[in-house]
């Protein structure tokens, strides 16, 4: 299960990432202390909103439980299709991001990058999974991807934003359709 939770942590962290690397384009110099600002933000909503949504779901599993794997695979695949789908649109929008590194600006960034890691959350409640590991991993995974989203911004462009994004979404889909398929009875490992 860590090898998935890793991947997951991945995929989720490339919206911030994507962000993180608009910041970059927007900054004539990074300090020190905007990327930590920037690691601290994204990894810390990305930690936090999957205990949420795990907790969430925890209200309302028993309800659920029937048909948790279509789920998981819904979620995992509509979140992944609609990385696809961003990486795919307009990538300007990412390079009209601002250099300002305030609350004002960071806190609604985070909370936009986090909603995919609500809905991992979610998923999370159906998997036989510590959710305290799994928001820890995800919130450092996604803290180092969003530091280094904001120096590869800065230094190198936009260049490889879409295809870390889209790996992301095809990453998200094929662990949702695995989980379908164990359900399911055609995997069996």
């Not at 028993?62 to 979620?75: G, Q, T």
């Not at 979140?79 to 307009?90: P, T, V």
């Not at 305030?102 to 609500?118: E, G, K, Q, T, Y």
């Given at each position: 299960m860590i090898i998935e939770i890793f991947l997951i942590a991945v995929?989720?962290?490339?919206?911030?990432?994507?962000?993180?690397?608009?910041k970059g384009l927007a900054t004539k110099?990074?300090?020190?202390?905007?990327?930590?600002k920037t690691g601290l933000w994204f990894g810390g909503f990305q930690a936090l909103f999957p205990v949420l949504g795990y907790f969430f779901a925890s209200l309302f599993g028993k309800?659920?439980?029937?048909?948790?794997?279509?789920?998981i695979f819904a979620m995992l695949a509509l979140i992944g299709g609609n990385m696809i789908r961003?990486?795919?649109?307009?990538?300007?929008e990412d390079a009209k991001e601002t250099p300002q590194f305030d609350w004002r600006h960071m806190a609604p960034l985070a909370v936009a990058c986090s909603i995919d890691?609500?809905?991992?959350?979610?998923?999370?409640?159906?998997?036989?999974?510590n959710i305290w590991v799994a928001a820890g991993v995800i919130g450092v995974i996604t803290g180092a991807f969003s530091?280094?989203?904001l120096y590869l911004g800065h230094f190198i462009g936009v260049k490889w934003q879409q295809v870390a994004q889209i790996g992301?979404?095809?990453?998200?889909?094929?662990?949702?359709?695995?989980?379908?398929?164990?359900h399911l009875g055609f995997i069996t490992w």
């Amino acid at each position: 299960m860590i090898i998935e939770i890793f991947l997951i942590a991945v995929s989720v962290s490339m919206d911030a990432f994507a962000v993180a690397i608009g910041k970059g384009l927007a900054t004539k110099r990074v300090k020190p202390l905007n990327a930590l600002k920037t690691g601290l933000w994204f990894g810390g909503f990305q930690a936090l909103f999957p205990v949420l949504g795990y907790f969430f779901a925890s209200l309302f599993g028993k309800y659920l439980e029937v048909v948790d794997h279509w789920i998981i695979f819904a979620m995992l695949a509509l979140i992944g299709g609609n990385m696809i789908r961003e990486a795919l649109g307009e990538p300007e929008e990412d390079a009209k991001e601002t250099p300002q590194f305030d609350w004002r600006h960071m806190a609604p960034l985070a909370v936009a990058c986090s909603i995919d890691a609500f809905a991992v959350g979610v998923s999370f409640q159906f998997m036989p999974i510590n959710i305290w590991v799994a928001a820890g991993v995800i919130g450092v995974i996604t803290g180092a991807f969003s530091v280094a989203g904001l120096y590869l911004g800065h230094f190198i462009g936009v260049k490889w934003q879409q295809v870390a994004q889209i790996g992301g979404g095809v990453v998200l889909i094929l662990i949702g359709l695995k989980t379908l398929l164990e359900h399911l009875g055609f995997i069996t490992w």
